[in-house]
């Protein structure tokens, strides 16, 4: 295990200034210690690790979504010629706009269940090219967009568990107000939909819609062509920083004011056909901070001078987005990297893996792939670079956090239609990453949730039971994960919110100890969503259970 150590600012999130706002009566009985204030981070020991899960998927997975119900939904776009997996009961697509095959009786979405590692083929009427999407407060995933016939499409999926039918449904009158090709979806403390850019578009638009339906956003209009995928998360004060190329604004979407514009982040563009990637970090303390994390992107020359393979960037940019005079620590990963994706470990840990050391994004445009990933953790500023995979994972992989805290990996396809010769031939194998608190070494420590509820409501105390092998030596975590989607190096709705939880108490005659916590303080800290709730013991998580968050 190698480590790497940077100096950036530390994190000063050590508060307790949630108690405040808690009715004295919980506060008596709670007697909370926010995780943040746990000052030296315990690592997991071990090692981690690879596994090759299926050998074809049938499809190219270029977006990927973690549903409540278990079974992760695998989509790729239409026109790229059948796949490698029939649709069910012979049925087939006759779609006189397809690009390449009008009449195509293979599958283009797929339901993957991590428990046996088998696929159910889904039928998608048009083309998902490069869409967008995120889940609703119910757990049902709206897929936005793509190309061709697909453009303005708004498509829904209602999962089911892994021996059930569920299936896409596509809407012919409930359209978007703007085509979509390359867009940002965010989830919002209403349970909407916030919907930015692409190419076609330097708009924003709601689903449902709302106004008059379609409204500029001056920050794409001045950047042209390296703005598609733009970075948005949604803060707990319910505003929404934007990250676009190299800039980036605060913005109230309610009113359509630009609060604050920040510094232009040092070095190389960040966004398609440059795409590093971004994540907010774990929100903690009184939710009153918030920061980004920008890393990876590819040079300004290198989409336009493809055979030059101009090397990836190797800087990350971590910046204070609710300080009024925000600026970019700027610091260095042991690995350059474009088109990696960043996943939000239940540590609070941040995991950058996939993607390519030389080129852009784009068909054939990028070499060297990044075979290693690297684990950044933000509480110390440092970075180990994980064991190696074998499988090239470039333009259209995937990547996404399981409730059992591996890692599943898919795609990677730099080719018009699926291609199994040369450099980087469609890739349908399926992988997951085991981090280093995955090794059984850890098990003596590992936390594991037995009971929790189904609902957890905002503002209001609930209790989780978890049993230990060992007694734990100081506070046991809980954290709450979104299910994301995620597709071209960036996960669009990715967040996690650590809550102020008790001491252990233990429950006795049973090598169990009862955790009390309050939900997140308000649907601008936690829209309402189904959540991956995770016990942290040591800096060892359990396996996590779905709760959903709502008022
Ligand atoms: C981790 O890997 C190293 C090198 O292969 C090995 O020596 C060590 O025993 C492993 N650790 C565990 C906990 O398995
Ligand atoms: C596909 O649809 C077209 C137009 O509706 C129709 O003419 C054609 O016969 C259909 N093809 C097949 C194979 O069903
Ligand atoms: C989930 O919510 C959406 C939007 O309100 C609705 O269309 C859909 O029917 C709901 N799904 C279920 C399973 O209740
Ligand atoms: C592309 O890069 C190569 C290598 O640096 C250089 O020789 C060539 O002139 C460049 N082409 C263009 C069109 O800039
Ligand atoms: C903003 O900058 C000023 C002057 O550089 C400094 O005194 C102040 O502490 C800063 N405020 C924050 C919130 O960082
Ligand atoms: C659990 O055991 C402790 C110590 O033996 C005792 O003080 C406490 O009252 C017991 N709690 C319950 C709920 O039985």
Redesign the pocket.
């Given at each position: 295990m190698e480590v790497c150590s940077h100096v950036v600012q530390r994190r000063l999130a050590c508060t307790q200034v949630l108690f405040l706002l808690l009715a004295p009566a919980i506060l008596l009985q709670l007697q909370l210690v926010g995780p943040s204030c746990v000052e030296a981070q315990s690592l997991a020991?071990?090692?981690a690790s690879w596994a090759l899960l299926l050998e074809n998927a049938g499809i190219a997975c270029m977006h990927m979504a973690v549903t409540y119900m278990g079974p992760v939904i695998f989509l790729d776009r239409t026109d790229i010629g059948p796949s490698q997996i029939a649709l069910p009961n012979g049925r087939c697509r006759n779609d006189s706009q397809d690009q390449t095959d009008t009449y195509d009786c293979s599958a283009h979405s797929v339901m993957f269940d991590p428990a046996t590692n088998t696929v159910r083929p889904l039928y998608i009427a048009t083309d998902t090219w490069c869409s967008s999407g995120q889940f609703l407060p119910n757990g049902t995933m709206l897929q936005t967009g793509g190309y061709n016939d697909g453009v303005q499409k708004i498509r829904w999926l209602s999962p089911c568990p892994a021996d059930g039918t569920c299936d896409w449904v596509e809407s012919d009158t409930n359209v978007l107000q703007a085509g979509r090709w390359y867009a940002t979806n965010q989830l919002l403390p209403d349970g909407s939909q916030f919907i930015l850019g692409g190419q076609y578009s330097n708009a924003y638009e709601f689903v449902p819609a709302n106004g008059a339906g379609l409204y500029n956003l001056e920050l794409l209009s001045s950047q042209g062509y390296f703005d598609w995928y733009p970075f948005v998360h949604l803060l707990p004060d319910g505003n929404l920083y934007i990250f676009a190329n190299r800039d980036s604004i605060l913005f109230d979407y309610q009113t359509g004011v630009v609060l604050q514009s920040y510094p232009t982040i040092p070095g190389e563009p960040r966004n398609y056909p440059c795409a590093g990637s971004s994540v907010l970090l774990a929100l903690d303390g009184d939710y009153t901070d918030a920061e980004v994390l920008v890393c990876g992107g590819a040079s300004i020359m290198a989409p336009g001078n493809v055979s030059a393979q101009y090397p990836a960037s190797q800087t990350c940019g971590q910046i204070v987005v609710t300080s009024p005079n925000a600026s970019w620590a700027m610091f260095e990963m042991p690995i350059r990297r474009n088109m990696g994706d960043m996943v939000m470990l239940p540590t609070s840990d941040i995991l950058i893996i996939n993607g390519a050391q030389n080129g852009a994004q784009g068909w054939d445009a990028a070499t060297n792939a990044a075979f290693n990933p690297v684990t950044y953790y933000p509480d110390t500023s440092t970075f180990v670079v994980e064991p190696a995979t074998t499988i090239a994972r470039v333009y259209h992989s995937t990547a996404s956090l399981l409730p059992d805290g591996r890692i599943l990996i898919a795609g990677s396809n730099c080719h018009l239609t699926y291609t199994f010769t040369g450099e980087f031939p469609t890739e349908l194998r399926v992988e997951a990453f085991s981090p280093e608190y995955l090794?059984p070494?850890n098990d003596p420590v590992r936390p594991q949730i037995t009971t929790a509820p189904e609902i957890v409501t905002y503002n209001s105390a609930f209790t989780v039971e978890i049993s230990l092998a060992t007694a734990p030596t100081g506070n046991i975590g809980l954290t709450l994960s979104s299910a994301p989607f995620t597709t071209h190096s960036y996960s669009q709705g990715q967040r996690q919110i650590k809550l102020p939880v008790t001491a252990p108490a233990p429950i006795n005659g049973t090598n169990a100890y009862s955790v009390s916590a309050i939900g997140p303080i308000s649907e601008t800290v936690a829209p309402p969503s189904y959540y991956m709730l995770f016990a942290i013991n040591n800096g060892v998580p359990s396996t996590g259970v779905w709760v959903n968050v709502q008022s």
């Open positions: 020991s071990g090692n090794d070494v």
